[in-house]
């Protein structure tokens, strides 16, 4: 009786603590607050990115609103963030089908060999983006609506400096998703600890470990690189930023309170980090959900041997124009044991093997994730990067833009694949890297290493990136900002101490010199005394 006695009780008190820590569950809740989230435009990877963290800012009870474009407003909706968010829409200074021929051209240009006319197509994307950025800030209905909606703070994606800008009118802390490497190269505008001395810039093909010409070369490509980045990124938006009476675009971008970046030391060079950095790489990489049953059966079928999955992104227009390059992947497919998944949109007008399976859209994550997958070949887009290391998956990759390079580089460096180079691409060499990734298992170990290094986390990288914006929103993020901005070049590389100490010194060694003269002149002209007295 006693016993049970016990049991009831110790049931209540148990009750009891579930409905206290319930009650402190909702209390916290209660500062749940409006977060403004300015994706880029709404595309692809870039949406993905702070939709990953949205949907952890969601479960800490916040309420998030995106700022997506009309080109992009049925992607977002028809994605599994559809009904998650709320939506403000703004309207593009041009017609939504010319939005989307931009791209493509862009995507166009990128694929065909030789040099394409990608500088000038992407110049014509970055002044579209600088004129949405005006019709923005001009739209006093959108605007209103913003200002009324009593955000809390604004996360935007770098790739875009509106986002900084809208931050800045609307009065509110602004936050930065930074889609590429390195963890350092991008906040080196707050004083990071981006050494040229041990790691690589984007530029070049090294590693962290380099000769006297390698850093000379790597300290002058990242001098070169970070300008280049000024001048395309935030030099654009000078004249909109004067006209609301703003500081310059890079001071504003120089004021964001965090930044998450893509990146995760398991798949980067080591370097130091300021306290409001966070590297948050593989916010897109999750563990596998069931796959469609027409994927599910075609990869049963291929036995022992198991698949590869093919996925370049929007990067590589696999169309007429490009067909000979369709023909080289097809070739080399067919002669791999394996079974192969592409996604390519259009369907090729030869034969293809019964042994690849050409999709218009593939669920990647889930892919990577099934036990009978091999290898991936790839662009080297940071998602994709960082979901193989997620999965443990040897990769081949054929980096065609920008930070993809850099991604190539570490993934042959860290020994989790190869690479291949797009301008000397043949069908052999794609057969030969794909049969040397599956079938030496030095590769496949080293993706199981990385996995599991990554995967060793207290927390998964969105659920990180959202802890620190709640974290910021509650408590402020003062005491992790570097002061590096109220120092001038010379305080800062230490010049005005280090002058200091050599002038010094030099005026020591200058008055150690005087000293000694005049003692030894003295000493001298006492033993010359001397002596003159003893011969007296
Ligand atoms: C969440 O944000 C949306 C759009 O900004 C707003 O309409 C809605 O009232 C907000 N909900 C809450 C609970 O604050
Ligand atoms: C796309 O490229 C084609 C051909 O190069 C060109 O005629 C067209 O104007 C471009 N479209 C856009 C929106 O830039
Ligand atoms: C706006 O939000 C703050 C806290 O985030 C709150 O104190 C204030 O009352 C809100 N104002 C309106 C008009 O909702
Ligand atoms: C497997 O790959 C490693 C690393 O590239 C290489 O050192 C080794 O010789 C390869 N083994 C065989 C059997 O080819």
Known sequence: MTMLKIGVSS????????????????????????????????????????????????????????????????????????????????????????????????????????????????YMILATRRNDCATILGDKMLMSRLRSANFSSLLYDITWAC????????????????????????????????????????????????????????????????????????????????????????????????????SDFVGEYPCALPPNVIPVGGLTAKDPEQLPSDIESFIQGSGGDGIIICSFGTFLVLDESNMALVKMFVDAFARLPQRVIWLLKTSPPFPIPSSIKIVPWLPQNDILGHPRTKAIFFHGGHNSYYEAIYHGVPAVVMPIFADQFGVSNRIAQFGLGLKLNKEEVTSDLIYEALYEVTSNRTYMQTAIRMSANFRNRPMKPAERAAFWIDHAIKHGTDNFELPVDSLNIFQYYLIDVIAFISVFMIFSIYLLIKCTTVVCTHICRFRNISKNKKID
């Open 11 to 122: 049931v209540f008190e148990r009750a009891k603590i579930v409905a206290i820590s319930l009650l402190m569950t909702l209390t916290i809740s209660c500062e749940a607050s409006n977060i403004l989230v300015s994706p880029l435009i709404g595309k692809g990877s870039h949406f993905y990115l702070s939709a990953a963290i949205g949907e952890q800012l969601l479960t800490r009870g916040h309420n998030l609103t995106y700022l997506v474009s009309n080109a992009f407003e049925d992607h977002v909706r028809q994605s599994r963030f559809g009904e998650k968010f709320h939506y403000e829409i703004f309207k593009h200074s041009i017609p939504v089908d010319e939005i989307h021929e931009q791209f493509n051209n862009f995507s166009r240009s990128l694929s065909l060999p030789g040099r394409g006319n990608e500088m000038e197509v992407s």
């Open 163 to 262: 986002g900084a800008i809208i931050g800045e009118v609307l009065n509110i802390p602004y936050f930065a998703v930074v889609p590429y490497p390195s963890p350092c190269f991008h906040t080196a505008s707050e004083g990071s600890g981006f050494n040229p001395a041990f790691v690589p810039s984007m530029l070049t093909s090294y590693s962290h470990i380099m000769s006297f010409k390698e850093r000379l070369v790597n300290t002058f490509s990242f001098i070169m690189h970070r300008n280049l980045a000024i001048q395309f990124s935030f030099k654009p938006y000078k004249e909109l930023s004067n006209q609301y009476n703003l500081l310059d675009p890079y001071e504003l971008i120089k004021r964001t309170k965090m930044w998450f970046v893509n």
